[in-house]
């Protein structure tokens, strides 16, 4: 491993220099205006894979942005990583709020800013330079390796989940690696070993042809947001739980093992309350505030709207009110399940006179949730990477939040899956002046490099 | 009485043509555009009343639109009947919707069609035309009248308020006369004998310095659209019944002989679901579709918004929330205590995280409501009045809605006021092609003069 270190050391310069390369090709997947941008960056990947030295690479065009897909198979008696990431990036605007702009990427204080360096092109070089010191220092892999990195994740990946499908033998592994999640705290290295699920719907409750009078009929005639605000105050109860019947049926308790770890977690539920500018973590009773983000499911109103909502007074009785809705899914929870018993409650509260649309907006992209095996060896063998790379041991952590195509590979293709994210909470993901800091740079490279020289079957 | 009919019939279409003038003024109170044709039409009311031969007439200018008051007091041992109208109309837009213009009154089907035609210029002109035609026929007035005639009505009667009060010596009468409200159908005449009063707020929840994501921190902070959908799901029950703590306390009982009344109106709740497009009528308990509309107070959500509205989905924890609500209230319930009881029991249910803020939309412009002691001689002599004018005994009737200066002048001056409305429920009011029917026009005139004749203190 030291003659990895002295290469990762000594190439820091040139390693810094085609990160900013790769940082500013404006890869905006969420904007056809960009779609050129998208493409150039495809083929840059394309040629960052090729100068590593990888043997079979190929550009798959979609109906939206490229899929890039490299393997190195040196040997099928060793072990294969997949690893995942995607060089498509957010918006950049609001564009003023940058200290320097997003596409120029900058030194400062040790972070280099702009879109993308922490979100995911920051992470996606320490895999690829990692590769590259791993062949320079030892002439060969310790691993076989498969490489996707995709053009669409800010999108839903939405022709991914199609072309991994399509492609079920080629990516054939052993474990999948992804960077794309953060650790806890600059001081705390963490590993990540679950991610929730999502159902999303939007609900719209009508009760007349028209909008009514409330002096001429209130009293007589359905109000409709009336109607909703009953349909969604029984949806959760006031101390959190979900009321709808069956639903926490296949959610698994947190094992003892699993809660050691959580434990070890450096928290203050007043240091968090203050941050956010909460009085209070309401919730499920009997679980922490950080249990409840990420080992338990959670039912919340991410949008409302009917009636007048403009200045000063209207007396109408609105006819149609509608509402967004969204559930986390944990562990277990399946989300067709979960969806089919969310709706069957919904049409058993919903009274007769109202009339009771349903839209499932996730449908086409299912958001299945992820919880590791903390006892497969593919965890040890991350932790002591994370360990050596970043000096430090880590912690194991959740993630309150989705990729819904990680799980999806790692459950359509088979195999475990190792959330290795090297970024922090503060990098201003998906916002202005988005950073990763060059020592982590340079620390994920290393981490990457012992986790795939000492990984096993 | 057959002198001040034929002289009605004879004088027929000089009254349409008057009344034709009247509507040409695009006295719209709103829009500040049209100033000076308010201006000019309260300059023609005054027109009209000299023309009449009020000995008194004066122009009071408010900060707004002018007051048109007039007097004709003949005989102090009279007694004296005040009337209050208006001279201001809605808006016309859509103009498009009309089939000839809104200020260019055309005759169609026995209708005149204009902007005003029934809310209120025609009205008004029932109570001008009826006072000419006692005068041109008896030589003087069988009672003393004040008369009122504003131009505020349709932005809240604002500088009316304080007008009343400054002038309620002034205004000291027997009977208020208000032509502002409609009939049952064209078959069935009627009186109205209450309105209801109006309360009015809007109230925001804040739960957080900003949205939160909802995978980051789902499960362990606080939803604004949940709190508030909590609390608005407190304010009544499912079956209809207002929650707020003694919000029934000062309501009174139908009384068996108003009860009698109510029966004898036509109704069908299937043809008013038919019509309306709805498929019940919700509401309190013991009580028709049609005591709850009149006389029963109401709670209304009139409007809700928080969160993401816009298309697909966005994973936000909204950190704010905010619903219009108001309560439509009946006889003897005090606007300024139901506002106290409401504001103390939603302080009440509020979680201790939660910050809610409540503004009172209406605190300037207070809507008391009204009913009329039916055992009032004012009301027989209304009822035989309409018999006589429109040939048919008439029914009396509550109106849901609420004309706050009616209930303030009539609390304030001190004196019973009796609700002789003309029009129809469908005369398009607010709407394209308001419409007045030439022939109620006349029998309004009739009833009016009947009214005057036979009013006794």
């Known amino acids: 491993m030291q003659q990895i270190y002295d290469y990762v050391n000594q190439n820091k310069s040139r390693f810094i ?8 090709f404006q ?8 779609k050129k941008e998208v493409d150039a960056c495809s083929h840059f990947v394309k040629a960052l894979l090729t100068q590593i030295g990888f043997p079979t690479i190929t550009i798959y065009p979609t109906e939206g942005h490229d899929v890039v897909y490299a393997e190195w198979i040196h040997n099928t008696d060793l072990p294969t990583v997949l690893f995942y990431g995607h060089y498509d990036v957010q918006p950049a605007d609001p564009y003023e709020l940058w200290t320097t702009p997003p596409f120029e990427p900058t030194i400062r204080n040790g972070q280099i800013v702009a879109r993308g360096a922490s979100d995911d092109k920051g992470q996606v070089m320490c895999h690829l330079k990692a590769i590259e010191s791993l062949i320079q220092t030892h002439g060969r892999l310790p691993v076989n390796v498969k490489v996707i990195i995709e053009g669409e994740e800010e999108v839903g990946s939405r022709h991914l989940y199609q072309w991994v499908l399509d492609h079920q033998e080629m990516l054939a592994a052993d474990v999948l690696v992804v960077s794309d999640t953060p650790m806890i705290s600059d001081t705390q290295p963490s590993l990540s070993i679950g991610l929730r699920g999502l159902i999303y719907f939007e609900i719209t409750a009508t009760t007349a042809n028209t909008d009514l009078h409330s002096g001429q009929h209130g009293g007589a005639v359905p109000n409709a947001i009336t109607e909703l605000v009953h349909i969604l105050s029984k949806l959760k109860s006031e101390d959190g739980i979900i009321q709808v019947p069956g639903i926490y049926d296949s959610v698994q308790p947190i094992s003892p093992a699993l809660k050691a770890e959580i434990d070890k977690i450096p928290h203050s539920d007043a240091n968090y309350q203050a941050e956010l500018g909460i009085k209070h973590c309401p919730g499920e009773p009997g679980y922490t505030s950080i249990e409840r983000r990420w080992f338990r499911p959670t039912f ?16 109408v009785i ?19 399940e979960i969806t089919q018993k969310l709706t069957e409650y919904l049409k058993e509260i919903t009274p007769s006179y109202v009339d009771l649309k349903i839209t499932d907006i996730k449908a086409d992209f299912p958001s299945n949730p992820f919880l590791a095996d903390i006892t497969h060896p593919s965890i040890a063998t991350a932790c002591s990477a994370i360990e050596w790379g970043f000096g430090t041991k880590p912690v194991l952590q959740g993630e309150g939040g989705s990729v819904p195509i990680v799980s999806f590979i790692q459950t359509k293709i088979g195999m475990p899956a190792v959330l290795m994210g090297f970024n922090l909470p503060y990098d201003n993901i998906h916002a202005p002046n988005e950073q990763f800091s060059l020592d982590r740079y340079i620390k994920g490279i290393l981490t990457v490099s012992h986790f795939l020289t000492h990984f096993k079957r």
């Open 300 to 315: 919340d109103i991410n949008g409302i709207w009917g009636g007048y909502t403009g200045i000063g007074a209207k007396t």
């Open 27 to 34: 890869s905006v997947s969420t904007d056809p205006a960009f």
């Open 318 to 336: 609105p006819c149609k009110a509608s509402a967004k809705i969204s559930m986390r899914l944990v562990h277990h929870q399946n989300p067709k």
């Open 17 to 24: 220099d085609e990160l900013k390369e790769f940082l500013r």
